[in-house]
C-alpha cells in the first residue's frame, strides 16, 4: 500500500502512549516496509551506549536521547492550510497525483 505521509510533512499523534498523544511534530524519516514513520520529538527512547572503537574514531560512552518509530496508523497529517489533523485524499490530473485535505479540500503538495 502507498503510504500517504512523506519525509518533511508535519503531523499528529492520534493514539499510543499518553505523554505522546496530541503532539506534533516534523516527520524525520518513513519506513514504508514496516509501515512506521519517526516523528521529531515523539516516542524518545535511551540507549545506553558504551565506547565503542570503530574506523579509527571513537563513541563517547553515556546515554543517549533518540526518536523511536511509532506506527503510521497512530499519526495524522496536519494540513498546513486550516491547521487541523485531517485524512488524505489523491486528486489525479494530467497524469500526476496530488494529495489533497479531507477537510478544506486543499492541496498538500504545494
Do not use: Y
Amino acid at each position: 500500500m502507498k503510504v500517504k505521509i512523506r519525509k518533511g510533512d508535519t503531523v499528529e499523534v492520534i493514539s499510543g502512549r499518553s505523554e505522546d498523544k496530541g503532539k506534533r511534530g516534523e516527520v524525520i524519516r518513513v519506513i514504508p516496509d514496516e509501515n512506521r514513520v519517526v516523528v521529531q520529538g515523539v516516542n524518545m527512547r535511551t540507549k545506553h551506549q558504551r565506547q565503542v572503537q570503530s574506523q579509527g574514531r571513537t563513541l563517547n560512552p553515556g546515554l543517549v536521547r533518540f526518536e523511536a518509530p511509532i506506527h503510521i496508523s497512530n499519526v495524522m497529517l496536519v494540513c498546513p492550510k486550516c491547521g487541523k489533523a485531517t485524512r488524505v485524499g489523491i486528486n489525479r490530473q494530467d497524469g500526476k497525483a496530488f494529495r489533497i485535505c479531507k477537510k478544506c479540500q486543499a492541496s498538500i503538495d504545494e
